[in-house]
Structure formats: C-alpha cells, structure tokens
C-alpha cells in the first residue's frame, strides 16, 4: 500500500508514531524514504551467512514488519533461533502475519518488548536496523553495551542509522541529495516538509564519529562503516 500519510495538509501533525496508520503502509515509505534500504537488508542476509554461529540466538532489535527478520531466518546456520523485537503492537502483528507464512527450520520468536530492557543472550548476531536514532539519547549507551555482553566471541552488530554530519557544507550537500531522492520517489514538498516536522523530535540522528565513539567505549576493537548512501548508512563492529 502507499505511503501518503502527508499527502494533505494537517492543522495537528503531532509527533511520528508507529500506528497502523503507519505499519500499513511501512514498506512503501521505508523503501521511498531511506536510500540504500533495499541493499542493507539484502547484505543483512549476507553478514547472518557469514557471522551467524550455530546454537546461539540471532537478535533483529525493532524490528518492524520483519524485513531483516526474514533475511536473518532464511540465512541462519543449524540450530538458531531467531528473534524479533517491536514495542508497536501495530508493527509486531503485521509481522507475525507476514512471517509465520514463511516455512522454516529455524524457530522464529516475535516479542512485543521494548529492546532498552528486554534481557540479549548468547548472540552471534544482532541487527538495529534504523532504530537507535530512536532511541532516547540517554539510554543509547546502555543498549549497545547490552548488545556487547550479549554477543558470543567473533558475534556481530549491524547498526544502521540516519547520520547528522559536523561540517555545515558536508550537512547541507547531503541532506539536499535524500531530498532529491524522495522528490525522485514521488513524495511532494508538502508531504516532505510534514513528515520533516513530524519526526523532528522523535529521530535524532548521531555523527559516524560519535557512533563509532560509544561502539569503541563498550569493547568493540573492530568496527567501521560498511555502507553508505548520502546521509544514511550503516556499521558492522565485530567482538
Ligand atoms: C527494518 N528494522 O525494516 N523498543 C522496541 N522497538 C522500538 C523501540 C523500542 N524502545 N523504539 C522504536 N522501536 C526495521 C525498521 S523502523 C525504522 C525499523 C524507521 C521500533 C519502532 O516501533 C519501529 O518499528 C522501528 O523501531 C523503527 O529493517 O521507521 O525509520
């Protein structure tokens, strides 16, 4: 279904939720509206291939309609379990929906938690696909320390993330680029500057070098970006 949330002028815009409002539409706008999506999720597939050790717990952390989830299932090695984490009931619901109509060997648990609490163990993967930057700041550090104990030696983080940039110019050159890729997605100015304002307060991105900052401060040695695409990319830190 299409994405056009902001399609009408609104008096109340409110701040960005995760509703059904936005869960029925949450592929079309997440493709429309992050460049290199598609790509990320793919390679998600290709770094459980990799990383993925038998017997232990793969984590995909927000995990929205389950897109990463599918891929981290379809690649996992023998005895896995695979488990996606939402606190939108709106979300997690779709995704049960959507993947228990997928077969495989690999059990698959869909929890309705928030991932700030919710106890990690014995992981050799774990994905936050475009979920810290909603996070709350001050509980950022905690759940990446979190993802550190919990992975196994040799286990891996794939943390994709909006990027704020220190340099003005750098800042300006790029975010006019995503700008031009959604205008190029179809989005108008007017559902661009409403989904702007609505999310404002609620996405606060973080510069690479600040994440690679806390990634460094809770133990990870290896770690760097994998992927990139104007002001969108990701990391991988290995343990
Ligand atoms: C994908 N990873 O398709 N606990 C649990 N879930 C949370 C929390 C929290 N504290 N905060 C936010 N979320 C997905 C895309 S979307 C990214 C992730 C986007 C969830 C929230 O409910 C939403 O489903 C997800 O994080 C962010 O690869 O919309 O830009």
């Given at each position: 279904?299409?994405?056009?949330?902001?399609?009408?002028?609104?008096?109340?815009?409110?701040?960005?939720?995760?509703?059904?409002?936005?869960?029925?539409?949450?592929?079309?706008?997440?493709?429309?509206?992050?460049?290199?999506?598609?790509?990320?999720?793919?390679?998600?597939?290709?770094?459980?291939?990799?990383?993925?050790?038998?017997?232990?717990?793969?984590?995909?952390?927000?995990?929205?309609?389950?897109?990463?989830?599918?891929?981290?299932?379809?690649?996992?090695?023998?005895?896995?379990?695979?488990?996606?984490?939402?606190?939108?009931?709106?979300?997690?619901k779709?995704?049960?929906?959507?993947?228990?109509?997928?077969k495989?060997?690999?059990?698959?648990?869909?929890?309705?938690?928030?991932?700030t609490?919710?106890?990690?163990?014995?992981?050799?993967?774990?994905?936050?696909?475009?979920?810290?930057?909603?996070?709350?700041?001050?509980?950022?550090?905690?759940?990446?320390?979190?993802?550190?104990?919990?992975?196994?030696?040799?286990?891996?983080?794939?943390?994709?993330?909006?990027?704020?940039?220190?340099?003005?110019?750098?800042?300006?050159?790029?975010?006019?680029?995503?700008?031009?890729?959604?205008?190029?997605?179809?989005?108008?100015?007017?559902?661009?500057?409403?989904?702007?304002?609505?999310i404002?307060?609620?996405?606060?991105?973080?510069?690479?070098?600040?994440?690679?900052?806390?990634?460094?401060?809770?133990?990870?040695?290896?770690?760097?970006?994998?992927?990139q695409?104007?002001?969108?990319g990701?990391?991988?830190?290995?343990?």
């Amino acid at each position: 279904m299409q994405d056009n949330i902001f399609a009408v002028p609104r008096a109340n815009l409110g701040d960005f939720t995760f509703d059904d409002t936005v869960a029925n539409v949450f592929p079309d706008m997440i493709k429309r509206s992050v460049p290199g999506y598609s790509n990320i999720v793919q390679a998600i597939g290709m770094f459980t291939k990799k990383h993925a050790q038998e017997n232990t717990n793969l984590y995909d952390l927000g995990c929205s309609l389950g897109a990463c989830t599918i891929e981290m299932r379809r690649n996992a090695p023998k005895n896995c379990k695979v488990i996606g984490i939402d606190n939108s009931n709106a979300m997690l619901k779709r995704a049960k929906d959507i993947i228990l109509n997928y077969k495989s060997e690999t059990p698959v648990a869909l929890e309705l938690a928030d991932i700030t609490t919710y106890p990690l163990e014995n992981a050799s993967v774990i994905v936050l696909n475009f979920v810290l930057q909603f996070i709350p700041m001050e509980l950022r550090d905690n759940l990446i320390k979190k993802i550190y104990d919990a992975l196994t030696p040799g286990g891996i983080l794939v943390l994709s993330e909006k990027f704020a940039f220190p340099d003005e110019r750098i800042k300006t050159a790029l975010y006019d680029l995503h700008l031009d890729f959604k205008r190029a997605n179809g989005y108008s100015e007017l559902e661009i500057a409403q989904k702007r304002s609505s999310i404002e307060n609620v996405l606060i991105p973080e510069t690479i070098a600040k994440h690679k900052e806390r990634l460094a401060q809770v133990g990870f040695n290896s770690m760097d970006v994998w992927f990139q695409c104007f002001n969108f990319g990701s990391f991988i830190a290995i343990k």
